[in-house]
């Protein structure tokens, strides 16, 4: 019988942001084939003062003039004078990026998206369904229908390494397990890699100041080095180096629920905020909701000066209360860079079928002379309470968020034996 390697895939849409937000601009187009330098501008209005105001994604032109992404807007134009700002969309963005998540899906993919422009998914389980990994892959560049580089490796870290290797429409593979060939392979790639990691991005500027170029030389500095001058982010872009990288947490399918209105004259102030009430009240009353809470929403906005401004909101109980939610949401007006178009509001993820909650613990002792049946019943409450405690917090900061510590050696001299963490499990 053939085993099969677990490979990830990489999905890369090159200056995803820049593109959605150039739309089908001719001026922006031309002068893109011109080689003029581009970059996604701050939003209008986010900051009065250009410090702290950071560019988004850059053109070839503008990397080839030293901006980079995340720049501060006084430095850029400083380097680049005649940089071009084009505005940013980020409701468009996360629409169209929504869409080729739900596109990817569709085929049978568990994504995990990290960026807009950047996600990954395991190919193994979808060889039965398009019989091979080369019919997976070409299934997803087909649905996607835009320009995309694709890389295939062991790992999380290896298909994004292939990924910005590759320079051509076939994807770049890289076999074995992930100690042997794809540490061999990523010796070669530049530090500049782990910029796509959260965790490690804060670490491409101190490592070039240091002389570390590529990952190879990362890896010959060695954990314990790397760990006591970095820490955390330190000990994992070792691992990184070295071809290890943590599982996919894929993200959830949920079912989005969303209503936009045009607000007319009521493009601010109070309002506004009458106009946000409206589109509470039409989301609770859609009858795809079936009488669930709501545990976060998504408020965006069109803005009368171009682009968009979106913001998610969690709120701290999973809710049906329409004058609950709009309190949540209405401070959050307060955020808009500039007066709105459109004001739109989607559910993100829902809560279970109940629109009341009572407190985690109670607060009055209990009394003796209560009924054995009653003091039977408030172990079963609490262990519910704390269940959607869980939940709560999963759905604020991830999957990994809610852990719980399990005794595995207590007699170990190794203090990290003795104990470790495990998910907490669902009931």
Known sequence: MRTYVRMIVCVHMPRFELVVAAGDSSE???????????????????????????????????????????????????????????PGDHVRVAEVWEAAMCALESIGAAVEP??????YFEVGGLRGVHG???GAIAAARRVLGRPVRMGVGPTRFCALAAAMAVRSSRPLVIEGPPTLEARRWLAGRPVDLLGFREDTGSLIEPLTRLGVRTLG???RLGRPALSDRFGAPG?????????????????RVEERLEESMAVGDASSGESLKRVLSVLVSRLLA???????????????????????????????????????????????????????????????RFGPPCSEQDTLFEDAPRR?????????????????????????????????????????DPDSRVPERRVVLAPVPER
Request: aromatic fraction near 2%; charged fraction near 25%; charge should be positive.
């Open 132 to 134: 091979s990994q080369e």
């Open 28 to 86: 922006v187009v031309r002068q893109t084939l011109a080689g003029r330098a581009l970059a996604v501008a701050p939003l209008v209005g986010a900051d009065r003062s250009r410090v702290g105001q950071r560019v988004g994604e850059v053109s070839g032109a503008a990397e080839a003039r030293g901006v980079a992404r995340g720049m501060v807007l006084g430095e850029a134009l400083a380097r680049c004078p005649d940089l071009v700002l084009v």
């Open 217 to 219: 030389e990362l890896a």
């Open 286 to 348: 859609r009858s795809e909701r079936r009488g669930r809470t709501l545990r976060a929403a998504v408020l965006s906005a069109r803005l009368l000066t171009g682009g968009g401004w979106r913001e998610r909101v969690v709120f701290r109980q999973a809710i049906a209360d329409p004058e609950r939610i709009w309190l949540a949401l209405s401070v959050r007006l307060l955020a808009l860079p500039a007066p709105a178009a459109t004001l739109g509001l989607a559910v993100e």
């Open 368 to 408: 003796p002379d209560a009924s054995p049946a009653r003091s039977n019943r408030r172990p079963a409450a609490r262990a519910a309470r704390l269940r959607e405690v869980v939940a709560q917090v999963r759905a604020v900061a991830g999957p990994d968020a809610a852990l719980r510590a399990v005794c595995v």
């Open 114 to 119: 990290a960026r807009p422009g950047l996600a």
């Open 235 to 251: 000990a994992l872009a070792h691992e990184l180096a070295c071809g290890e990288d943590s599982p996919l947490r894929t993200r």
